[in-house]
DNA sequence: GCCAACGTTGGC
DNA sequence: GCCAACGTTGGC
């Protein structure tokens, strides 16, 4: 089984890497997606084992801070059907679940921030939707390349 | 705080 | 099904 490779964006002043990593297991739910395109591939394509990149996103300092594991497959996001949650949506329940979160562990923050900016000026990276204009995906795939190439960077 | 880019909604 | 209006994202 292949394992794939993903980025996902989270705010620092929302969820940052910090909190994840104050967590007793590290491990969080990743509520709140409400794209189609970012759940899609939350619910269809994330495995066990896959692993991502911590963005952290409209901040001083917009990069990726960490590397995180999925621990568990698509279910059902419960934040969707709570009238409280601000990720209420009404045509969600669960007999008929219209969004779903995947769980992430820490596996380790990275000794730096990679920079956007400097992914942006990097030519092995062109082909990121990361740096590609007007890209809003909080969820989105990275090539094993691209993955390989980041790390070195670091 | 500004605003470009994109997604969603809803009238027709 | 089109598309204008509106809301959101997120870099700067």
Known sequence: ????????????????????AALPAQ?????GVRNYQARNMMRDEMKL???VF???????????????EIVREAEPDI????????YFDPKHSAENPRWFV???KLERRLKRNITLAEMKDDPALVEMPLVR???????????????????TLE
């Open 102 to 104: 995947v769980e992430v």
């Open 1 to 20: 089984m292949t394992r794939r490779y993903w980025l996902m964006k989270s705010e620092p002043d929302v969820f940052g890497i910090e909190t994840l």
């Open 79 to 86: 934040t969707a059907e709570n009238p409280e949650s601000e």
């Open 27 to 31: 491990t969080t739910a990743w509520d």
């Open 133 to 151: 204009r007007g890209n809003r995906l909080s969820v989105m795939p990275v090539s094993a390349a691209e993955w390989q190439h980041i790390l």
């Open 49 to 51: 084992g896959d692993r």
């Open 54 to 68: 911590f963005y952290h996103s409209n901040c001083a300092e917009p990069g990726i801070v960490g590397i995180a």
